[in-house]
């Protein structure tokens, strides 16, 4: 029988973003498959997460094709930007705290090119007077990943509503959390 490679990463992914933890043994058993299949195909837990990596890049890649990043307002690429991240996102959170890629000279390239797009988004936004300057594209691009990675987890622990994903993490990331008229006040 024939290992389907996608299904053992999405499970892996599935699994791995509610339990970070999880062992190879729970990672196969989850996947339907023994354990020397899987480390067969992954020889361990780093091979497995680097893998994940690399499924997780692409699907910010084509988030972000999909969003057409370059296309009508700035703001409203980012939220196309969320909507199109919001199924790959509990698997991003997940990346985003495994600090081994992160860190050193084997950094993945994909992360680079994720980041120069969206900083590019923001960038361009900050250009045409839509967003604020004093915050650097690169905090901004930041403040998206974290939002996301927060967002996946409250969804996935109950804390808030899927259909909810988009609208609270774009109106925190580009509103803000100050009510409109105590900002106003506090500028007076």
């Known amino acids: 029988m024939a290992v389907d490679r996608d299904h053992v990463l999405r499970t892996a992914a599935a699994l791995?973003?509610?339990?970070?933890?999880?062992?190879?043994?729970?990672?196969?058993?989850?996947?339907?498959?023994?354990?020397?299949?899987?480390?067969?195909?992954?020889?361990?837990r780093?091979?497995?997460?680097?893998?994940?990596?690399?499924?997780?890049i692409a699907e910010?890649?084509?988030?972000?094709?999909?969003?057409?990043?370059?296309?009508?307002?700035?703001a409203d690429a980012v939220r196309r930007l969320v909507q199109e991240i919001e199924p790959s996102a509990a698997l991003l959170a997940f990346l985003y705290?495994?600090?081994?890629?992160f860190e050193g000279e084997e950094q993945n390239e994909g992360w680079t090119r994720i980041d120069d797009r969206v900083a590019a988004l923001f960038r361009r936004g900050q250009r045409a007077g839509e967003f604020r300057i004093d915050l650097s594209p690169a905090w901004l691009t930041e403040a998206l990943y974290g939002?996301?990675?927060?967002?996946?987890?409250?969804?996935?622990?109950?804390?808030?509503?899927?259909?909810?994903?988009?609208?609270?993490?774009?109106?925190l990331l580009l509103g803000g959390a100050l009510r409109q008229h105590t900002a106003r006040r506090e500028e007076s």
């Open 97 to 101: 705290t495994e600090n081994q890629l």
């Open 46 to 56: 780093d091979a497995l997460v680097r893998a994940l990596e690399s499924l997780g």
């Open 147 to 171: 939002l996301l990675g927060s967002g996946a987890w409250a969804v996935a622990e109950g804390r808030v509503a899927r259909k909810d994903f988009t609208h609270m993490i774009v109106e």
């Open 16 to 44: 791995l973003t509610r339990k970070s933890t999880a062992t190879m043994d729970e990672v196969a058993k989850a996947a339907g498959i023994s354990r020397a299949t899987l480390h067969r195909h992954f020889a361990g």
């Open 60 to 74: 910010c890649e084509a988030a972000l094709d999909a969003a057409r990043p370059d296309e009508g307002p700035a």
